[in-house]
């Protein structure tokens, strides 16, 4: 007459809703949940019943349940997504993307950019213009974030960096010589998507935030 034991799945489920529900109170378990993440068992076969429920990406959004806003957590969560798997990286990088440490902490906004680059090339762009359209450029700090997205590759990314910081009050000694240079790159002009974003269309092709003819004046 026992009951039947729960199955490993259901068991794994069951303690990430904990976790997740105490928040920063399950503080104590990060160190066992960052082994997780390295440990191939975490995930089981994509045919179990449930197992999205203990998938890694489930263990990366408790982790960051628990502990999402330090930059500590942010710097563990990006240093293991260079050795996870795909969905691993796509969960870690759209955490910290969205995270309020990476606007404010240099170190993880470099860390971000050297991740994102060397682990999800093919969703870089997107990336980045979430983060620009995210970064306020009332601070020096905040404007050099900017400015160096317009050394990245795709036009639509040079637009949104460009339109937010147009908004920005001072430094235009920073912003104008980046803007100049970043317009006159022989690498961007012979670039198909940068002809039609800065030719006599800019605004209309690859810019999804901005209707066209609503482009700021820089």
């Not at 905040?142 to 960096?161: H, P, T």
Request: charged share 20%; net charge negative; aromatic share 8%.
């Amino acid at each position: 007459s026992m009951p039947q034991p729960y199955a490993t799945v259901e068991e794994r489920a069951l303690a990430f809703t904990l976790l997740k529900n105490l928040g920063g109170d399950a503080w104590a378990g990060l160190p066992e949940l960052f082994k997780a993440l390295d440990n191939p068992e975490a995930a089981p076969p994509p045919n179990t019943l449930n197992s999205f429920h203990a998938a890694p990406h489930i263990i990366v959004m408790t982790i960051d349940a628990i502990d999402g806003k330090n930059p500590y957590t942010l710097h563990a969560l990006l240093e293991r997504a260079a050795h996870a798997d795909i969905a691993v990286r796509h969960a870690v990088c759209w955490k910290v993307a969205t995270s309020d440490p990476i606007l404010s902490d240099p170190a993880l906004y470099d860390e971000f950019l050297n991740t994102i680059h060397r682990e999800l090339p093919r969703i870089e762009d997107n990336l980045l213009m979430l983060l620009a359209e995210r970064i306020v450029p009332n601070t020096e700090l905040n404007i050099e974030k900017l400015v160096r997205m317009l050394a990245f590759r795709d036009s639509s990314v040079i637009c949104v960096a460009a339109a937010a910081l147009s908004e920005a009050e001072s430094h235009f000694e920073i912003i104008v010589p980046a803007l100049i240079a970043s317009a006159g790159d022989k690498n961007y002009a012979a670039f198909h998507p940068y002809k039609t974003s800065v030719g006599k269309n800019w605004g209309q092709a690859h810019n999804p935030f901005v209707r066209p003819g609503q482009l700021p004046p820089t």
